[in-house]
T-cell receptor, first 114, second 114 residues
Framework: SQQGEEDPQALSIQEGENATMNCSYKTSINNLQWYRQNSGRGLVHLILIRSNEREKHSGRLRVTLDTSKKSSSLLITASRAADTASYFCATDKGGGTSYGKLTFGQGTILTVHP | DTAVSQTPKYLVTQMGNDKSIKCEQNLGHDTMYWYKQDSKKFLKIMFSYNNKELIINETVPNRFSPKSPDKAHLNLHINSLELGDSAVYFC?????????????FGDGTRLSIL
């Protein structure tokens, strides 16, 4: 079964608003990553958060991790039309080496209207 | 310079044919991956190689055969193509097998089976 599941499946907002996407996973992890995918392009890495971290920031991005609830959230502040994309969380498997294997959720489609 | 490049970008072919997709990375990474993204955007790992050695081989039909002539290249050959093989195939690379680092993706090969 899928490790990560994003919520909501789709999000539509106006430019300047904040966008929050959530990811839930089933088993323990060592690391959780967020990626962005623009239409017709490959995935681009946004941010990585380790299991012993609770929050991380990168520019307009803020990621939180709650290992007790097995969930993470990605907040994009002051969104722009260029943020329109699909956003995916990806998890490894805790407890040992994953040999590079990441399991991706089905993504949240974010549309930012100008 | 494109970090991870794959060719062709589009592949339209008949059922039963054999086709190959090529991937090259110029990042000096040790590890390369093949992913399949279906029409619902679900991204699933198929194979990974580390320094030309097969590491991950998920439950993929043996009609799919990866080949890594050197650590900068990972090709995917598919025999006897079926309708269900229609998808976008992504190549990716990472520094090594650790999941505490980003994976870099190519822009995908959209395979359509007629």
């Amino acid at each position: 079964s899928q490790q990560g599941e994003e919520d909501p499946q789709a999000l539509s907002i106006q430019e300047g608003e904040n966008a929050t996407m959530n990811c839930s996973y089933k088993t323990s992890i060592n690391n959780l990553q967020w990626y962005r995918q623009n239409s017709g392009r490959g995935l681009v890495h946004l941010i990585l958060i380790r299991s012993n971290e609770r929050e991380k920031h990168s520019g307009r991005l803020r990621v939180t991790l709650d290992t007790s609830k097995k969930s993470s959230s990605l907040l994009i502040t002051a969104s722009r039309a260029a943020d329109t994309a699909s956003y995916f969380c990806a998890t490894d498997k805790g407890g040992g080496t994953s040999y590079g294997k990441l399991t991706f959720g089905q993504g949240t489609i974010l549309t930012v209207h100008p | 310079d494109t970090a991870v490049s794959q060719t062709p970008k589009y592949l339209v072919t008949q059922m039963g044919n054999d086709k190959s997709i090529k991937c090259e990375q110029n990042l000096g990474h040790d590890t390369m991956y093949w992913y399949k993204q279906d029409s619902k955007k679900f991204l699933k790992i198929m194979f990974s190689y580390n320094n030309k050695e097969l590491i991950i081989n998920e439950t993929v039909p043996n009609r799919f055969s990866p080949k890594s002539p050197d650590k900068a290249h990972l090709n995917l050959h598919i025999n006897s193509l079926e309708l269900g093989d229609s998808a976008v195939y992504f190549c990716a690379s990472s520094q090594d097998l650790g999941t505490d680092q980003p994976q870099h993706f190519g822009d995908g090969t959209r395979l359509s089976i007629l």
